[in-house]
């Protein structure tokens, strides 16, 4: 069976701050894909990132950034200089190498307060 | 290249009534979703599809029908709605190992 968990539930921070949320999954498939989205305020989706189980280096993009540890089965998202656009519901997904399904966590709520 | 479409974005329905929700995408993707979206939870898929003529349930599939006639459209049945049924519903599309793209949504009350 496969898991995604994302422990924190809500996270409020100030703008400015640098505030990481965290992914942990599981999964027996040794080929597989982790995502992020956002989902803002409106409602809608919106794709982050996508990462395949062979690549662990780290990806940054502009002051986002993520971390993705296969020994401690993680990929944990990291938001650099905070702003309130940030605010968001982020969620973690998972998808077994040869299955279509995306298997979602909760999702991590996340306020920029000015 | 508008995306993922559905409608409505709101509906209200009562118990035991019926409804279909619409999703179309044109960006020739083979693969089409349907998730629901509880309160404060992430998505849980209800159906999928790998192309026309094939569908397959998700982990929630209780309730729901769907069909895939065309590359194009991926509509979700509501045959006899209840409370349970009330969530915001996601149509989702993509192409074989790539990123899902998500449609805007629908929000379904059932009273």
């Known amino acids: 069976a496969q898991k995604v968990t994302q422990a924190q539930t809500e996270i409020s921070v100030v703008e400015k701050e640098d505030v990481t949320l965290d992914c942990v999954y599981e999964?027996?498939?040794?080929?597989?894909?982790l995502f992020w989205y956002k989902q803002p305020p409106s409602g809608e989706l919106v794709f982050l990132i996508r990462?395949?189980?062979?690549?662990?280096q780290n990806e940054i993009s502009g002051r986002y950034s993520w971390n993705f540890q296969k020994s401690t089965s993680s990929f944990n998202f990291t938001i650099t200089a905070s702003q309130v656009v940030d605010s968001a519901v982020y969620f973690c997904?998972?998808?077994?190498?040869?299955?279509?399904?995306?298997?979602f966590g909760q999702g991590t709520r996340l306020t920029i307060n000015p | 290249n508008a995306g993922v479409t559905q409608t409505p974005k709101f509906r209200i329905l009562k118990i035991g009534q019926s409804m279909t929700l619409q999703c179309t995408q044109d960006m020739n993707h083979n693969y089409m979703y349907w998730y629901r979206q509880d309160p404060g939870m992430g998505l849980k898929l209800i159906y999928y599809s790998v192309g026309a003529g094939i569908t397959d349930k998700g982990e929630v599939p209780n309730g729901y029908n769907v069909s895939r006639s065309t590359t194009e459209d991926f509509p979700l049945r509501l045959e006899l709605a209840a409370p349970s049924q009330t969530s915001v519903y996601f149509c989702?599309?993509?192409?074989?190992?790539?990123?899902?793209?998500f449609g805007p949504g629908t929000r379904l009350t059932v009273l």
């Open positions: 997904a998972l998808r077994g190498g040869g299955a279509q399904k995306l298997v």
């Open positions: 990462r395949n189980s062979f690549d662990e």
């Open positions: 989702a599309s993509s192409q074989p190992g790539n990123e899902q793209f």
């Open positions: 999964t027996r498939d040794t080929t597989y894909y």
